[in-house]
């Protein structure tokens, strides 16, 4: 009699070991987001663990440009996104129909633009040619640092991320502004001086090796609205894990790590 009750007890425990085995291997929830690789995909790297003890297997799928991201988010290849500005994001909604939500501002790249050969804002020749991204909305991040700098004025009450090259009403340098490039190949046209001055994204600067607070002639300035943040669909925004990553993302001691290793090139926001 005892030896049964002791193999009834064994198998109880057995079924038991199994279900609590079973309970902790689905509290585990693995979490797809898509990001570009600097400084989005080492900044996700880095709070990875802090995510695995919060219940989340995070992984990172990394993307070289600014199409394919929210090309995956829609077709529900990744659960969501790291890589756009607010302006480009609200663009691109615009423009395909997307039905994505901002879910968290997370930090800011400030826009550099880079000369080889000119030293100082002063002096920037006259019809000097300068290279801007192909992208519209981001054309008014560029302006603004130009108008920042005294080099032009716009038409009043233009806002920055709607302002275009037509808004420019004072051009007393006569700069010409070239924005037919793509944003991948912005690095290139300034390592191959095809320009006097080049406006670059400094996840793209990174990867060359530029670093804006160090290297750029003309910095975007820190209050700017072109925070890049992460988006998912609409219908996920409630999402608990994706909430539990912004809110890691946000945590005062991952702030002061982005700070610490890109040296206030990456400006941590809420």
């Not at 663990?49 to 090309?71: A, C, Q, R, S, T």
């Amino acid at each position: 009699m005892k030896r049964i009750r002791y193999l009834i007890l064994l198998i109880g425990s057995i079924f038991l070991f199994a279900a609590c085995g079973q309970k902790s291997a689905a509290s585990i929830d693995k979490v797809t987001i898509g990001a570009s690789p600097t400084p989005h995909a080492e900044i996700l790297e880095h709070i990875k663990p802090e995510l695995k003890k919060k219940g989340i297997d995070l992984k990172i799928v990394k993307f070289d440009d600014y199409v394919l991201p929210n090309k995956a988010l829609e077709n529900g290849d990744i659960d969501a996104n790291y890589f756009s500005t607010v302006p480009y994001f609200n663009l691109q909604k615009k423009e395909n129909g997307y039905k994505f939500s901002n879910v968290g501002a997370i930090h800011l790249e400030p826009m550099g633009i880079y000369a080889h050969k000119i030293k100082k804002v002063n002096d920037i020749p006259n019809g000097a040619k300068v290279i801007v991204s192909n992208v519209p909305s981001e054309w008014g991040r560029v302006l603004n640092i130009f108008v920042k700098n005294n080099l032009i004025k716009l038409k009043p009450g233009v806002a920055i991320d709607k302002a275009t090259f037509e808004d420019i009403i004072d051009n007393p340098k006569h700069l010409v502004f070239d924005h037919s490039v793509d944003p991948t190949l912005l690095t290139a046209a300034y390592e191959n001086n095809e320009g006097d001055l080049v406006a670059i994204n400094s996840n793209f600067a990174y990867e060359k090796g530029l670093n804006p607070v160090k290297d750029s002639l003309m910095i975007e300035e820190k209050g700017s609205p072109y925070v890049n943040i992460v988006a998912t669909k609409t219908k996920n925004k409630d999402n608990q894990d994706i909430k539990k990553i912004v809110e890691t993302l946000h945590e005062p001691a991952v702030q002061k790590w982005i700070e610490k290793k890109w040296g206030g090139s990456v400006v941590p926001v809420k």
